[in-house]
Structure formats: C-alpha cells, structure tokens
T-cell receptor, first 110, second 110 residues
C-alpha cells in the first residue's frame, strides 16, 4: 500500500509570492491534516479536512488555506509569503488512532 | 485548547533505559500518542494509550495516568538508531485534530 505522498519535496519562493503544496493520502483514508514544523516549535496544526470539508482549523492567519478533493487528495495554499513561512510542511492521513505522515515539503522563502 | 510539555533534550548511553515524560492539558481527552521522527524523516507512530497503565511494544513502552494528565515513553536497550526526536500528542475528541508537543530530542551516545 502506498504511503502519504507530498509534492514537491523542496521549494524556494520569494517574499510576496504564493505557493501551493499537494498531498495524496493513503488509499481509503478520508482525513487529511496539515502541520507546519519549524525548529524548536514542534508540529503546529494548520487544518484538517474530512470528506472535502474543513473539520478543524489551527491558529494561522488567513493567508494559509486548503482544500480537499473528492478523491481525498488535498492542497494547501499560502499567499503573500513571508520569511517566517519557511518551514517543513507535513501532511498526514488518518484512519483510527494512527496518523501516517508524508515526507513533507521543505519551503524556503527568500 | 490543549498544551503539552515535554523535555527538549535527553541524552542516554547505548544499552541503557531512558524515560521521556509528557504532561498535558486538554478540555477533553481522547488518548495520548507518541511519534518518532529521525532527522530529515517523517514522524512515525509508536504507541497510543487511551486507558491508564502501561502498553508495551518490543523495546518501547508507553504509560498513561489520566488522573495526573501525565504519560511517558520508555525506551529500553537503547541503540544508536534510537537517536531521534520524540513527540507526544493528544486529541480532545474523536473528530478533533492531533496536537503535538514540541518534541524531545534524544541523543544516544556510546
């Protein structure tokens, strides 16, 4: 069974630009969550989607948004990028008590 | 909201036993989980406790005391490959997001 796939793996963007990250969950998993990971801050919850609906949202500004498609694939978008948005963005799909993470997208904003 | 506290760093000797503690504050409680993340890798699920007591999985054990809002991860017969970051995580309810602590970086030395 294929794991969670995130694309792209690495991305370099300039301040002010926008970016879209993609996540394909494990087949059959309907829940997809996004996390931002920065050194010393752990994994900070961005949002969770279930059956194309945003079920939960973390404390991030409106520049961060996401969506989920009917095949459970999810995208997150960050507009007007800031230097502080540089981080590893992790996606996880969940079935039951265990979350399965992708390898993440390393975003660098310059 | 939820908050979790765990030590930022722990160092232990190869072959020894180490315990990583986690205290949490949540409005509800739907289990305490532990995840391992090697440098450059994705977090991977280690264990889950919903009820008080000890859960054992090979060299790893996890303990929960709901009355104390406290849990720990116990790693026995430490190996160099156990050097990684370990995160505790909780959920308020079945459909709420998994919230992580900031992680404990374990260094195993010879």
């Amino acid at each position: 069974k294929a794991g969670v796939t995130q694309t792209p793996r690495y991305l370099i963007k300039t301040r002010g630009q926008q970016v879209t990250l993609s996540c394909s969950p494990i087949s059959g998993h309907r829940s997809v969550s996004w996390y931002q990971q920065t050194p010393g801050q752990g994994l900070q919850f961005l949002f969770e989607y279930f059956s194309e609906t945003q079920r939960n949202k973390g404390n991030f500004p409106g520049r961060f948004s996401g969506r989920q498609f009917s095949n459970s694939r999810s995208e997150m978008n960050v507009s007007t990028l800031e230097l502080g948005d540089s981080a590893l963005y992790l996606c996880a799909s969940r079935r039951g008590r265990e979350a399965f993470f992708g390898q993440g997208t390393r975003l660098t904003v310059v | 909201g939820q908050s979790l506290e765990q030590p930022s760093e722990v160092t232990a000797v190869e072959g020894a036993i180490v315990q990583i503690n986690c205290t949490y504050q949540t409005s509800g409680f739907y289990g305490l989980s532990w995840y391992q993340q090697h440098d450059g890798g994705a977090p991977t699920f280690l264990s889950y406790n919903a009820l008080d007591g000890l859960e054992e999985t090979g060299r790893f054990s996890s303990f929960l005391s709901r009355s104390d809002s406290y849990g720990y991860l116990l790693l026995q017969e430490l190996q160099m490959k156990d050097s990684a970051s370990y995160f505790c995580a909780v959920r308020d309810g079945g459909n709420t997001p998994l919230v992580f602590g900031k992680g404990t970086r374990l260094s195993v030395i010879a």
